[in-house]
């Protein structure tokens, strides 16, 4: 008697066929399922899917009503409820994917995946690490409360081994920080990195676009170039965006966590996995090659070095006058960042100041204690004034308050 395991992968591999409109080998299929093929044969003219009048049980079946429930209200793709039922109940009944998804087709739950080209290509051991910005996920905790966060994602291209770093923001000071937690956690830097456009490596000045100052005195400081692709090319940035698909692991667990730490910790969990599983390029899981990866990576600059890329970040609270303080002077901000909270980097002889993941000032810094730019004074003075005055009027008295400011700033010295 052939096993109900083996019924079911044949009767799940008929379906396929019969999807795609191609006829079965009743021949090749009877030795490969060890079965008569007159047997094949009649279960493929009974339409695929017919086994016998009585369907055996199976032990999906006691989560039946769960995994459809799960299944019809995310939208994420078999793979990422495979590896959440398997999470949340062990390998002893999840321990075989094609069988899961032989279920999901046999009991109708079905799911469209939308299938993209992605052209492949090799490159040597320690050669290249890709990076890139998963943005804007967001998970509700079961308190009801939405986390909203982003993944600084960063892939090998020889082993395809990934780093997810959890992170609130997408500044050029959290990309320089996830590069370097990277960078030391391989204990090497690879010959080339290579990203896209993000506003965190590069701005746009007079209709081009430009590396940020910071951003090439760190190509400089650690003697390795990032290499700028378009925006969505997956060929040539394909192993990250690779990568990606993996978030959608993430997407079972709304309303699943308790917390904002829960969630971190499931994400390192989900990193393990990932590098813990075969690729399907080369067949690898990357925890196995990462280590041929590791042996070929150059020597990374010393700490000191690398931390004075992040060290003295501050984040502060907008106060009603638009200045933030650094370094015993003051420095302003457009009205709009009042009452929140901006992030403070400074960068050689220049001060950037950010509101969440958007650059919104940048500052000479100078001995000066008040440094008004013109246009957030005249904001401020635009929102302070009565509505009835003329807008020459609020630039009039601006100018004039500033240059009284000047002539302050000119006596202190």
């Not at 998804?101 to 090799?122: C, D, F, G, S």
């Not at 969630?263 to 196995?288: C, D, H, S, W, Y």
């Not at 950037?352 to 013109?374: A, D, F, G, P, V």
Request: glycine residues 6%; proline residues 4%; hydrophobic residues 30%.
């Amino acid at each position: 008697m052939v096993p109900q395991m083996k019924l079911q992968e044949l009767r799940g591999d008929l379906e396929i066929l019969k999807t795609n409109d191609i006829k079965p080998n009743y021949s090749a299929l009877a030795k490969e399922y060890g079965m008569d093929r007159h047997t094949v044969a009649k279960y493929w003219k009974e339409g695929g899917i017919r086994m016998s009048p009585i369907e055996r049980e199976t032990p999906f079946d006691t989560y039946f009503e769960e995994i459809k429930e799960k299944a019809e209200s995310t939208c994420c793709t078999k793979k990422a409820l495979y590896k959440y039922f398997q999470n949340k109940y062990g390998m002893d009944v999840f321990h075989c994917y094609s069988t899961f998804t032989h279920y999901l087709q046999r009991k109708e739950i079905r799911r469209k995946i939308e299938m993209k080209v992605h052209l492949r290509y090799e490159t040597e051991p320690g050669q290249q690490l890709q990076l890139d910005w998963k943005e804007d996920l967001k998970t509700v905790l079961t308190t009801g409360e939405v986390i909203e966060y982003n993944l600084f994602v960063a892939t090998f291209g020889y082993s395809r081994y990934h780093y997810y770093i959890y992170s609130k923001t997408r500044t050029t000071e959290d990309f320089l920080r996830c590069l370097i937690e990277v960078l030391q956690r391989s204990g090497g830097k690879p010959k080339q990195l290579i990203t896209d456009n993000m506003s965190a490596v590069v701005a746009i000045t007079n209709g081009g676009k430009c590396k940020l100052p910071v951003i090439k005195q760190f190509e400089n400081d650690i003697g390795v170039k990032i290499h700028l692709c378009k925006v969505r090319t997956p060929e040539t940035k394909g192993k990250v965006e690779s990568a990606n698909r993996f978030v959608q692991w993430l997407v079972p667990y709304d309303h699943e966590l308790g917390s904002e730490g829960a969630l971190i910790e499931r994400i390192k969990e989900f990193n393990q996995q990932v590098n813990q599983e075969a690729n399907g390029t080369t067949g690898i899981p990357p925890m196995k090659l990462i280590k041929k990866e590791m042996e070929h990576l150059d020597p990374i600059p010393n700490k000191a070095l690398l931390g004075s890329y992040i060290q003295n970040v501050s984040v502060q609270t907008v106060p009603q006058t638009l200045l933030v303080r650094y370094h015993g002077s003051e420095y302003s901000v457009p009205a709009k960042s009042i009452g929140k909270r901006v992030k403070i980097v400074p960068s050689g002889n220049e001060l950037y100041i950010y509101l969440s993941t958007e650059l919104i000032r940048i500052h000479q810094i100078t001995e000066r204690k008040i440094h008004y730019h013109r246009e957030d004074y005249i904001g401020g003075m635009r929102q302070s004034m009565p509505s009835d005055l003329s807008e020459d009027e609020i630039i009039r008295r601006s100018e004039q308050n500033l240059a009284l400011l000047g002539q302050w700033e000119g006596r202190k010295e």
